[in-house]
């Protein structure tokens, strides 16, 4: 049979509704020739016209429609990178933090053993032919008095960007084992001695007897249960002459106010059992709430024992006045303790513009400025076994750790 009438007899396409000639629906080409794969006419003729017989306007909104979905595939894709490289970006940099963290903690804590380690070395004996301190003045120096807050330096060494500080609690005012008496007098010292109204005075150290006695019998003008428990959040009075915390203090009825802004922790303690204040080891803060010592005199004892130590009242003598010496004299010894709060921190180091920013603002400026810093306060009961750890405070508040503030030539010594 004759190959065109095969071909006539097929049946014929659905017409292309974009094609202007329908020659290539029926198996041929725009040009007559025959071929088994046609192709349907371009969109454009060579000129960039679009072929005869197809509406402009419509190949453009074709053509747009195209456009916008480019665009849009583009903005989301863009979008979707963005998101990836960020959160890529903050698990690496949550991961770098948190390995940084991780060696800060381990390096802390190293130092927080070394620290511990000294205090346990403390109580052996010195090795035979072991250099020993000296002062300026050629004594030896007790190496016991070391532990007043200064910046050690330790027989097993931490890394230099630590700064260890340890304070004999010999150096805080014990409120365990302060009598009335002695509470009386520090009150009124503290209110402004002989400017101090007598009526708050009284006030102040009747609540102070009914909190720590052992009945619940309230004095004159006291407090007792019926008060606190009155008050919101309400609490019930100690009843006991052994404080908890130095915190406790602020329990009581009105001591929250006369010591408002005072750190308590550097001033008081409530561990051990010494009675004075060893002004070789003691802290600015509980000099200052002792009667007998001047903020003057509170400096020049900081700029002895930096040279020397003080062993009797003989030598107290050279620095404080007579006539502060004789209220001074019933709180000071030379005693020391079994008790340690113990201070590790980075070292934060200063700028050439901070400091002299600092000298131009404070000519006895502190150039260490950490305020904060891990704490423990701990026992040490020999060197064959560790230190008793009663208090962590990851952020303990530290005493006062700016040098003597008085000048070489306003030294009263």
Request: charged content about 25%; overall charge negative; proline content about 7%.
């Amino acid at each position: 049979m004759d190959r065109r009438m095969v071909w006539r007899r097929k049946p014929r396409p659905a017409a292309c509704r974009l094609c202007p000639v329908r020659a290539h629906c029926r198996g041929r080409r725009a040009d007559g020739s025959r071929g088994s794969n046609p192709q349907p006419p371009t969109s454009l003729d060579p000129a960039g016209r679009p072929p005869a017989g197809i509406p402009v306007m419509k190949i453009r909104r074709q053509r747009g429609a195209v456009l916008v979905i480019v665009l849009w595939t583009a903005v989301l894709l863009t979008v979707l990178v963005t998101a990836m490289a960020s959160k890529v970006r903050l698990s690496a940099q949550a991961t770098a933090n948190n390995r940084n963290a991780g060696l800060a903690w381990a390096e802390l804590m190293g130092a927080v053993s070394h620290a511990e380690m000294e205090l346990m070395l403390e109580r052996m004996e010195l090795p035979v032919g072991e250099p020993l301190e000296l002062a300026e003045n050629g004594e030896v120096r007790t190496p016991a008095y070391r532990f007043n807050g200064r910046d050690l330096q330790l027989n097993y060494p931490v890394g230099e960007d630590m700064v260890v500080r340890i304070y004999d609690h010999a150096g805080k005012i014990n409120l365990n084992r302060i009598n009335r008496q002695d509470m009386q007098v520090l009150i009124t010292h503290w209110l402004g001695g002989l400017d101090a109204d007598p009526e708050r005075v009284q006030e102040l150290l009747v609540a102070w007897t009914d909190w720590t006695d052992l009945n619940e019998l309230e004095g004159v003008e006291g407090a007792e249960n019926e008060y606190y428990e009155n008050l919101e959040p309400g609490y019930t009075p100690r009843n006991n002459p052994e404080l908890d915390s130095v915190q406790e203090l602020l329990l009581i009825r009105g001591f929250d106010e006369v010591f408002e802004g005072v750190n308590l922790e550097a001033a008081f303690t409530v561990y051990g059992n010494g009675r004075r204040l060893n002004l070789n080891l003691a802290t600015r803060e509980a000099m200052r709430l002792v009667p007998g010592l001047s903020e003057e005199t509170i400096e020049n004892v900081i700029a002895w024992r930096d040279r020397e130590d003080i062993n009797n009242m003989a030598e107290i003598g050279e620095i404080v006045p007579f006539e502060e010496l004789q209220e001074l004299a019933p709180w000071v010894g030379t005693n020391t303790s079994n008790i340690y709060t113990l201070f590790v921190y980075p070292r934060a180091e200063l700028s050439e513009a901070e400091i002299e920013r600092l000298e131009v603002e404070d000519e006895f400026y502190n150039p260490d400025p950490v305020t904060r810093g891990y704490m423990e306060i701990l026992e040490v009961r020999g060197y064959t076994n560790p230190p008793i750890v009663y208090h962590i405070d990851p952020y303990g508040t530290l005493p006062d750790t700016a040098p003597p503030r008085v000048s070489e030539r306003d030294l009263l010594f």
